[in-house]
């Protein structure tokens, strides 16, 4: 049976604040609004612009995040999915609601472009950077005693140096300044 896709993404400016609230089993749920721009030129050579606008929802640990550093006018790329609720109103009717589910957000604005609002980030100091947690391997199966080192083809009497594994990628860094935040 072949996968279906339902994938969002887009860009775009926040039209508010986030709003954030909990469920009753106490989950963090955060909405905002996207703008999303576009800009075409018609046959005969006008100009058009076009705003879409989005109701995006963030749930636990993305919503908090995304109330914590997001304010009115900050750009965003959003990577969620369509979903489609129906309910109804006073009068009976029934209404449709489409939002996108983030499962992705990042800060397009630069920390010069977005508003001002308190939400800054603090970064760490080094030592409450934590330390990388070793990965466990298997251990070498034990090798059978050399008779003697092994001599280099060139001749010469030196043994070669024993081969120095490269740093791992992983390992947190310190950052440097504001521009090294990934958002």
Not at 7 to 24: C, F, I, Q, S
Not at 39 to 49: C, E, L, R, T
Not at 86 to 100: I, L
Not at 103 to 108: P, R, S, Y
Request: net charge negative; aromatic share 6%.
């Amino acid at each position: 049976m072949a996968k279906d896709l339902n994938k969002v993404m887009l860009t775009g400016h926040l039209g508010a604040d986030p709003e954030m609230r909990y469920t009753a089993q106490g989950s963090a749920v955060t909405t905002f609004r996207v703008a999303s721009g576009r800009a075409w030129k018609s046959s005969d050579g006008s100009q058009h612009d076009d705003t879409e606008w989005f109701r995006v929802v963030a749930w636990d640990k993305l919503g908090e995040i995304c109330n914590q550093y997001l304010t009115k006018g900050t750009r965003v790329y959003v990577e969620g999915r369509l979903q489609t609720r129906k309910w109804q109103d006073q009068n009976g009717q029934d209404r449709y609601s489409t939002e996108v589910i983030a499962n992705d957000m990042i800060i397009l604005s630069s920390r010069q472009d977005r508003p001002s609002g308190g939400n800054d980030y603090e970064a760490p100091m080094e030592d409450e950077i934590p330390a990388p947690v070793p990965t466990r391997r298997a251990a070498p199966a034990p090798a059978a005693a050399p008779a003697a080192a092994p001599r280099p083809a060139n001749g010469s009497s030196r043994a070669a140096a024993p081969a120095t594994r490269a740093p791992s990628r992983n390992v947190p860094q310190a950052i440097d300044n504001d521009e090294d935040l990934p958002f």
